[in-house]
Each structure stands twice: as C-alpha cells, then as structure tokens.
C-alpha cells in the first residue's frame, strides 16, 4: 500500500519518499570526497572498523553477502577480498556508482524496502542504520534477506550520539520559533531499544554494546553542518543561516569549555542469527 501521510524536513513538509530522496542527496553531493571525509570525521577508525565487522561475521568464501547502505563501498570490498559473493546497496546513486568503480556489484537500493528473499549468509552494515526510519522496516528487510542462520552485524549510531551538537542546533532553531527535533534525520537508539526491536522480529542478538567514540574534528563544526546537519540548515529561512550557524557553533564553545557535553557514543550494532 502507498504510504500517502506526510513527513517533516525542517522547515516544508514532505512525502515520506521525497525524505529518502533528501537523504540520498546528503550522500549524493558528498559521493565525490567521500573516502577522504570518512577518514577526516573518524580519524581513520572506520578502516580499523571494517576489518573488524569482516572478522566478526566469519565471512567464508563463496557466502552471498548483502553490504547495506554501503557508501563507496570500502567494506564492501574488504567483504570481497574475503572471497564471498559481496553486493552492495545504498540509496545514493552515486556512491553506488562509486561502489562500482572498485569493480564491485552495487545497487540502488532503500533500505526501507529491501526485496532480497532469503539469499544472504551476512549482511554487514556500517553507519547507516541511523539513517533509515522507521527502524521496523528495514529490519523487517534484512530479516527477510537473511538464510535460516543468517548473520547481521552492524556499526550505527547510538543513543547520545551527536547530541550536544543536535541540541545546540535545536535550541537555536527554537529561538528562531521552529521545530528542530522535526528536523532531526536520525534514529539514534540505546541497546534495550533496538535489541527489542531486532527480537520482535525473530533474530537471537548475540551481542549489542553502545561504545563511547569521541572524534576530534579536523577543524570547526561548521563543515560537519554543512554535510551532515542539512536538515537543520533547510529548515531555517536560507538569509539567518549564517547567523544561525555561528549562533550554534558559539553554544557548542561554551558548552565544550563548560565540559558540560552530554556523552557522544556510538552503537555497534548486534550479530544475530535468524
Ligand atoms: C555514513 S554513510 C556510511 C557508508 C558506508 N557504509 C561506510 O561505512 O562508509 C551512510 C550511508 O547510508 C546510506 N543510506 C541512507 N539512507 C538509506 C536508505 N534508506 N537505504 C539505503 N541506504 C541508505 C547513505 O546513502 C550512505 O551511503
């Protein structure tokens, strides 16, 4: 059935499928730089990461393994050097076709609305559970996509991630008289939340853990803004932008200064068997 009700986006209101096609082109606009920004927000770990996630799904060769929302596809290509059949989906057409400049299989894809029917060994996903609301629907899809014994395992941000960040922008959005929490693009849940969720759909969670991960940026917050916080900056009228961004990047200084920063942590996800 056609989903018809409407979503936020800031400051319009959208179809809930115009929403993805945003979010696609959060990633589409950064596809070009992408590696190079991966590497400056996470100082690297997310190579370290990527290496880890291969271990931990115990990918064997000849295994059928789903990346999912796989950017530019660095995991997807460590997950082929392991010697699996490795197929990368993302919402973004052109960090597919980047997947696919590595010489890997890629799809466009949304996560929300997988059609993969009981073919994947694993499916490994890095950073992007987050982004996909409603949580259900793209659990409901790896579920579906896993063989009986299936394994996911998956890096996604947790509950207090980015949350001195997303509160600063949303108290400055509130004193310009608009919603930032309707503008908030993520789902950022704590442990006992998605472990339920993943339960309530049948898979075993062998392990869910929210880890700390601080990230020293490499230079002010303005840029992560400009990438990551759009949904925010669309939201506030294009001539109080500028206002609005330095407004939010001084509550963010006296916060740090104040050492008064909630904890930023990221979740990394679960390895469960169907
Ligand atoms: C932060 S990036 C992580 C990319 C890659 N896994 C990595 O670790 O570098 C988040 C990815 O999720 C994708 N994404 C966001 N929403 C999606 C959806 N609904 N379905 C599929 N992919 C989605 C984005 O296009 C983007 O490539």
């Given at each position: 059935m056609?989903e018809?009700?409407e979503t936020?986006?800031?400051?319009?209101?959208v179809?809930p499928?115009?929403?993805a096609?945003r979010?696609?082109?959060?990633?589409?606009r950064?596809a070009?730089r992408?590696?190079?920004?991966n590497?400056?927000?996470?100082?690297?770990?997310h190579r370290?990461w990527?290496?880890f996630?291969?271990?931990?799904?115990r990918v064997r060769?000849?295994?059928?393994?789903?990346?999912?929302?796989?950017?530019?596809?660095?995991l997807?290509?460590?997950?082929?050097a392991?010697?699996a059949?490795?197929?990368?989906a993302?919402?973004?057409?052109d960090l597919?076709?980047?997947?696919r400049?590595r010489g890997l299989?890629?799809?466009?894809a949304?996560?929300?609305a997988l059609c993969?029917a009981g073919?994947c060994?694993?499916?490994?996903?890095?950073?992007?559970?987050h982004?996909?609301?409603p949580p259900?629907?793209?659990?409901d899809g790896m579920?579906r996509?896993?063989?009986?014994?299936g394994?996911?395992?998956g890096?996604m941000?947790g509950?207090?991630?980015?949350a001195?960040?997303?509160?600063?922008?949303i108290a400055?959005m509130?004193?310009?008289g608009l919603?930032?929490?309707a503008?908030?693009?993520?789902y950022?849940?704590?442990?006992t939340?998605y472990?339920?969720?993943?339960?309530a759909r049948?898979?075993q969670?062998a392990?869910i853990?929210l880890?700390?991960?601080?990230?020293e940026?490499?230079?002010?917050?303005?840029?992560?803004?400009?990438?990551?916080?759009?949904?925010f900056?669309l939201a506030v009228?294009?001539?109080q932008?500028a206002?609005?961004?330095?407004?939010?990047v001084?509550?963010l200084?006296?916060?740090?200064l104040?050492?008064?920063?909630?904890q930023?942590?990221?979740l990394?996800?679960?390895a469960?068997?169907?």
């Amino acid at each position: 059935m056609r989903e018809t009700k409407e979503t936020d986006f800031g400051f319009e209101r959208v179809a809930p499928e115009d929403k993805a096609t945003r979010v696609a082109q959060v990633f589409d606009r950064v596809a070009d730089r992408y590696d190079l920004m991966n590497d400056l927000m996470s100082l690297g770990l997310h190579r370290a990461w990527t290496a880890f996630a291969v271990a931990l799904a115990r990918v064997r060769p000849g295994e059928r393994v789903l990346d999912l929302g796989c950017g530019d596809g660095a995991l997807t290509e460590k997950i082929a050097a392991s010697g699996a059949w490795v197929v990368g989906a993302d919402l973004s057409r052109d960090l597919v076709t980047a997947t696919r400049a590595r010489g890997l299989p890629a799809v466009v894809a949304d996560g929300r609305a997988l059609c993969f029917a009981g073919v994947c060994d694993a499916i490994l996903t890095n950073a992007a559970l987050h982004w996909i609301k409603p949580p259900e629907a793209v659990i409901d899809g790896m579920w579906r996509a896993l063989k009986p014994g299936g394994r996911l395992v998956g890096e996604m941000g947790g509950e207090g991630n980015v949350a001195a960040i997303a509160g600063a922008l949303i108290a400055a959005m509130a004193r310009r008289g608009l919603d930032g929490n309707a503008a908030f693009p993520w789902y950022f849940p704590s442990t006992t939340a998605y472990r339920s969720l993943l339960e309530a759909r049948g898979f075993q969670v062998a392990s869910i853990e929210l880890i700390r991960r601080p990230t020293e940026l490499p230079g002010d917050i303005t840029g992560w803004f400009e990438t990551f916080g759009e949904s925010f900056l669309l939201a506030v009228p294009a001539p109080q932008r500028a206002d609005f961004i330095a407004e939010a990047v001084e509550a963010l200084r006296q916060a740090i200064l104040a050492c008064d920063l909630p904890q930023v942590t990221k979740l990394p996800g679960a390895a469960a068997s169907s």
